[in-house]
């Protein structure tokens, strides 16, 4: 299981961060200070609507630059290998009781794959299927009741 220091990322993960602060400190930052100084043009800053807009995107994006500075600088970088079974950054594909197959990749959000449901190590399904081989059933407590999945396969993706 993770621990509380740091954040596990695939190297694919690290570098899909690496590439949003590198635009976000570059061609971010450019764009923003051109939409901030076009909207100064208008007049009074005080009921300038445009200028206030552009300055609140600055802090919001100056603020996921931290972010992402954060998570680059903490990161833990994981290989996974799914001959241990389910760990971090391994595809889980489950069935549920009624025959319905799904698969997860079980990662904290910041490794999350486009069109992949997400299962992080710190939920209630990603813990129930931590350490799981093929042919484990697996259950875990939620809001809607409890839930039971058989694991079907174990990959990487």
């Known amino acids: 299981m993770p621990d509380t220091e740091g954040t596990w990322l695939t ?3 690290l570098e899909k961060l690496r590439d949003e602060r590198d635009y976000l400190t570059t061609t971010g930052r450019e764009e923003v200070v051109a ?3 076009e909207a100064r043009e208008h007049g009074d800053l005080k009921e300038n609507s445009e200028y206030d807009t552009a300055k609140n995107d600055q802090g919001l994006m100056e603020a996921r630059i931290r972010q992402l500075n954060h998570l680059i600088d903490n990161a ?3 290989d ?3 001959s241990a079974g389910v760990t971090i ?13 799904m698969e997860f990749f079980v990662a904290p959000a910041e490794n999350k794959l486009p069109g992949m449901l997400l ?9 129930a299927l931590m350490g799981a081989h093929p042919g484990d059933q697996v259950s875990y407590e939620a809001p809607g009741g409890t839930f039971t ?3 079907k396969a174990v ?3």
């Open 11 to 13: 190297p694919a993960a």
């Open 35 to 37: 939409r901030i100084a």
């Open 76 to 78: 833990k970088i994981i």
């Open 80 to 82: 996974a290998d799914d």
């Open 89 to 101: 950054g391994t595809v889980a594909t489950v069935v549920d009781d009624t025959g319905e197959e």
């Open 119 to 127: 299962a992080s190590p710190d939920s209630p399904l990603g813990a």
């Open 149 to 151: 999945y058989t694991v």
């Open 155 to 157: 990959g990487l993706p």
